[in-house]
């Protein structure tokens, strides 16, 4: 049998992908995922340098060591004084009047070739910074990731010829990295840059993403130690039989997950409508958090603290439906009064709660079935993170990860997906899709939505010949004109007004630079759709 034409072909694929910008891509992904490991350790270190200055302390249980104990001005004054110097910050330092995180990163991969800017992500690691040490309700995750995709977008910025796919391949290894590093979880940190931020699973993207979260995650084991961000003693399921109590945890997991992003919405239009200055808006809601962590202090932070306590089923019945509505308000608070922070560890915070919860329950109603609070717990973080983020599958490989027990992966799959269809159902988007509908932009529709809002008249538009009239000529001065800047979205639906197969294109003063054709829109269109379909499928 003649092998030699199989492997002459293995052979030329090979090359082929040798000569190609594959390795170039893969040597800027271990890069990446070094820069990125070294970076969110400087991030988490940084954030407990600030909680110094006000609790003497840089550990992450502040309520067992000082918070509870010190004088109730200092617990006060801390988020309302980070909440001043956050405001002064946004005015003076952050290009956009806000922090930024993972739905700037989903924007830029998919509507800006991937280019984030340096400023935008050194303004927005400060301001986080000083926003979860001063005792902010917020996540580090979300930041962590906006760090690791700037530091991808600054890597390939001088490589002009790098194609617009490899740099999104980046913008995920970016992603990948600062959530494998951050939970020690380098299979969930892959599978978070393709769920969430690339939207596909292209074997091409899969190896710059395994490569950065790799080297991302032994970056954090060799300075921070090798053990999960939550530490919990051996859980098992007792029975099968309780199965169906993980499944309206789920359903509970989604209703609470649409109350947040409900609650977090109305409290950010309302915010919104109160006519105060930018840099006074931080220190009103340092005043309310402020106040509610005299009563609870553990909404404090990123809330690690009383997540791991619940997970290992420390809290009663009423102090979990306490801690789960307390925390839900203070995030809420802390994002619309534009603190920096994410919504991943709150997530986690308000889904051991709710499953603490019908643990507590399940355990009244039939104590020799339950397997006890803190299996519940487990699920229930995995359930609401998951439908939060829009990102079931990575929220429940996080989880697993830390426990490594495959009958609670079970539990985890039944759960998440069961919360997921909730939040579809009901809020028909995640956290980060509805932050960028907040500024006006779709991209849960596919790829065609991206395109449409990306390319503009100048990718298909042909100039003015030399000699031919500036003023533009009839019939065209009937018709409606274009300019170079106007999206693809907006061409067609001129050419479609009219049913017009030629636009004059004009420049701000009204003179023709060139024309626009109907038939070269849809080429140009059909052919960014074939060259997206190769990028998800290669």
């Known amino acids: ?251 509970l997991a989604g209703l609470v997950a649409v109350a947040f992003l409900r609650v977090a919405e109305t409290l950010d239009i309302r915010a919104r409508a109160v006519p105060v200055p930018l840099w006074l808006r931080p220190v009103i809601g340092g005043v309310a958090i402020g106040l509610m962590a005299l009563a609870v202090p553990e909404i404090l932070g990123v809330g690690y603290e009383a997540t791991s306590l619940a997970l290992r089923g420390k809290y009663e019945l009423g102090f979990l439906l306490l801690l789960l509505v307390a925390k839900l308000l203070a995030t809420a608070i802390t994002l619309a009064s534009r603190f920096g922070g994410g919504v991943f560890s709150p997530s986690l915070f308000l889904g051991a709660m709710t499953g603490g919860i019908v643990g507590h329950v399940m355990t009244m109603l039939a104590p020799q079935l339950s397997s006890g609070t803190a299996v519940h717990a487990v699920v229930g973080t995995a359930a609401v993170a998951g439908a939060v983020l829009g990102a079931p599958l990575s929220t429940a490989l996080i989880v697993f990860e830390m426990i490594g027990n495959y009958r609670i992966a079970i539990a985890l799959l039944i759960a998440t997906s069961i919360a997921a269809v909730v939040m579809q159902a009901l809020a028909a988007r995640s956290f980060f899709h509805w932050q960028l509908q907040q500024r006006g932009l779709d991209l849960q529709t596919g790829p065609h939505r991206r395109i449409m809002h990306t390319m503009t008249v100048a990718d298909f538009m042909t100039p003015r010949e030399k000699g031919t009239p500036r003023k533009v000529q009839p019939p065209f001065d009937k018709r409606p004109t274009l300019s170079q800047t106007d999206t693809l979205e907006k061409a067609l639906r001129t050419f479609n007004s009219g049913n017009y197969s030629r636009l004059a294109v004009v420049d701000s003063g009204g003179m023709l630079v060139g024309w626009a054709d109907y038939a070269d829109a849809l080429e140009t269109f059909n052919k960014a759709m074939i060259e997206a379909e190769r990028e998800e499928h290669q």
Do not use: C
Request: charged share 10%; hydrophobic share 55%; proline share 5%.
């Open 1 to 251: 049998m003649n092998t030699r034409p199989g492997k002459d072909l293995a052979l030329a694929r090979l090359s082929a992908i040798l000569r190609g910008e594959a390795p170039l891509v893969w040597l800027l992904a271990l890069v990446v995922g070094t820069l990125t490991g070294y970076a969110v350790v400087l991030f988490r270190a940084a954030i407990g340098w600030v909680q110094w200055l006000w609790l003497e302390t840089t550990a992450e249980n502040i309520v067992a060591t000082k918070a509870a104990f010190s004088h109730p001005l200092v617990v006060f004054a801390a988020p309302v004084l980070g909440g001043l110097a956050v405001g002064l910050l946004l005015v003076w330092l952050a290009p956009r009047r806000r922090a930024s995180g993972v739905a700037d990163v989903i924007e830029a991969a998919h509507l800006r070739h991937g280019v984030i800017r340096w400023r935008d992500g050194l303004a927005s690691a400060i301001i986080t910074t000083i926003s979860l040490g001063s005792g902010a309700s917020a996540g580090r995750e979300g930041p962590a990731v906006h760090i690791g995709a700037t530091i991808a977008s600054v890597l390939f910025r001088p490589l002009r010829n790098l194609s617009v796919a490899a740099r999104r391949m980046l913008i995920g290894a970016g992603a990948a990295a600062a959530v494998a590093a951050s939970f020690n979880a380098p299979i969930a940190g892959v599978v978070f840059a393709h769920e969430v931020i690339l939207g596909h699973y292209a074997i091409s993207a899969f190896v710059p993403t395994v490569l950065a979260a790799v080297i991302g995650t032994i970056i954090t084991r060799m300075h921070v130690g090798d053990y999960p961000a939550f530490t919990l003693p051996p859980l098992e399921i007792n029975s099968y039989l309780e199965f169906p109590a993980f499944a309206v945890l789920g359903l």
